[in-house]
């Protein structure tokens, strides 16, 4: 299973089909390799390249964290904050955001994606044109060091042997991309996806098992929780470049 959110599998998948690496028709499939059932309005993607979009860009919002989100109406924010995750298309306007659900017995569930279309703005240009790699990956290093030292300060271990162990397994997963990306760019992606698996395992319920106090454990929670968020603008921010540069629309940049 990738540990990428679905919204970034798809926004690159889409970007891939509109540059001619494969069939619309077939993003579907690539982008979901591990959904059982796949619904809603993702014609759009047909819709949007017949008019001539050449990307689709991702975000990963939070609440309080509106971060890549183009500007939408309040339904769009609601809906894209509860998953989130969405992707959009930057030069026509308009977004798919996922809602996901789980079917089945217990013990043999299967998960279904519905995406749904919102309207959006179109993009400004000079507000992708600013996106630079060098800075992404700068700011999440210091953000990340920053964090980590908040972290440590609580004297608290957040991961155990066992799931750092899986954390370190789960971001080494294959994650099944278009070929060709920016090798910065999957760097980037690759550390944020790790540090995502890693914030949600030690937010889980095996990291609280360790016996703290309520004032401790809520302070571990939001310091995770920051480090999710983090990691969460990193990565959106290092697909959405690397969609730019597959719809060849990086010209000028030496960042890659």
């Not at 971060?67 to 509860?82: F, H, K, N, V």
């Not at 937010?203 to 990691?231: H, M, N, P």
Request: with cysteine; hydrophobic share 45%; glycine share 8%.
């Amino acid at each position: 299973m990738s540990v990428l959110p679905v919204s970034v599998r798809l926004a690159l998948w889409a970007t891939a089909a509109y540059s001619g690496q494969l069939r619309v028709e077939d993003v579907s499939d690539r982008a979901h390799p591990d959904i059982d059932h796949v619904v809603g309005d993702l014609d759009r993607l047909s819709t949007w390249h017949d008019l001539g979009e050449r990307a689709v860009l991702v975000a990963l919002p939070r609440p309080g964290n509106l971060s890549g989100m183009p500007r939408g109406s309040p339904e769009l924010i609601d809906a894209a904050t509860d998953a989130g995750e969405c992707v959009y298309v930057p030069s026509l306007g308009g977004a798919l955001v996922p809602t996901f659900e789980h079917f089945g017995p217990a013990g043999d569930q299967g998960t279904q994606v519905t995406w749904t279309a919102y309207d959006c703005d179109p993009v400004p240009p000079h507000t992708l044109e600013a996106l630079s790699l060098n800075e992404i990956e700068l700011r999440l290093r210091q953000d990340l060091l920053e964090a980590t030292a908040r972290i440590d300060a609580l004297d608290i271990k957040p991961w155990n042997a066992m799931l750092r162990s899986l954390a370190d397994d789960l971001g080494a997963s294959v994650w099944g991309l278009p070929s060709g990306l920016p090798r910065r760019a999957q760097s980037i992606m690759a550390t944020a996806a790790q540090i995502g698996v890693a914030t949600d395992l030690g937010l889980s319920i095996y990291a609280e098992s360790q016996v703290l106090t309520s004032q401790l454990t809520e302070q571990r929670r939001r310091l995770l929780t920051d480090l999710s968020t983090i990691a969460d603008t990193a990565m959106a921010s290092a697909a959405t470049v690397a969609a730019l540069w597959m719809a060849g629309l990086r010209a000028g940049h030496h960042d890659l």
